[in-house]
């Protein structure tokens, strides 16, 4: 009974979630599905996103946290509308979620929208929102096991950023370990080294995310 009530779950989101990508799609809109444990940088690495291409891309983000606004707070402090879902307990945003949140903007002002998911490696990798892409970041904090434990997110996601490379010295974890595991449970996977806090690495995230853009026009 139990997987029953989970498939029909899944199977009622994904409806949604491909109403909303015909809407993105309309709308010539990128979407983007920025994911990560907490503490991991999804916030951090926005900040760095915005002050990379913010002047050439008309940027929204929703924000998913299970409490408080502090988030859309920091990403308001940049000049951009963000829109604060609290989930109340949820470990994920669906695609109703987003369909709700898409009342406060008006997509054909945005070239790209980000939903940046709430902290968790598990349940936002199996909840599609509507997005073309599915981001997420790995901090070298967490340790390079995380691929073997958490696959699903790995293979389901486009891209992976290896984030805080700057604290490798100072940590047991390897960044090219995480590569090889990572390209072994997805061989399509784009993988970029940042670090958030020297913006090292953000060049070559921002190149990838503006040819996304692009190839929406």
């Known amino acids: 009974m139990k997987i029953s009530v989970v498939k029909n779950i899944l199977e009622a989101n994904e409806r ?9 799609q309309n709308e010539n809109v990128a979407v983007i599905n920025l994911m990560s444990s907490p503490g991991s940088g999804k916030t951090s690495l926005l900040e760095r996103t915005i002050d990379a291409v913010g002047d050439r891309v008309r940027i929204g983000v ?18 951009i509308k963000a829109v604060q879902i609290n989930t109340d ?24 929208l980000v939903v940046e998911n709430v902290g968790n490696l598990v349940c936002p990798a199996e909840f599609n929102v509507g997005e073309d892409h599915k ?7 967490e340790g390079e096991d995380k691929p073997e434990k958490y696959p699903l997110m790995f293979h389901e996601s486009s891209v992976l950023l290896i984030n805080k490379i700057d604290l490798l010295p100072y940590v047991d974890c390897s960044a090219e370990k995480i590569r090889e595991v990572s390209l072994g449970i997805n061989p399509h996977l784009e993988i970029f080294e940042v670090s958030c806090k020297t ?19």
Do not use: P, Y
Request: glycine share 8%.
């Open 16 to 24: 949604i979630a491909q109403q909303n990508r015909k809407l993105f």
């Open 62 to 79: 929703i924000e998913g946290d299970i409490q408080s606004s502090k988030d859309a707070e920091r990403i308001a402090q940049k000049g």
């Open 89 to 112: 307990g949820a470990c994920h945003l669906d695609g109703n979620m987003i369909r709700d949140a898409l009342a406060d903007f008006d997509l054909s002002e945005l070239d790209l």
């Open 135 to 141: 981001v997420m970041i790995l901090s070298v904090t």
């Open 199 to 217: 913006g090292e690495g953000i060049d070559r995230w921002a190149e990838w995310l503006s040819n996304q853009i692009k190839c929406k026009a």
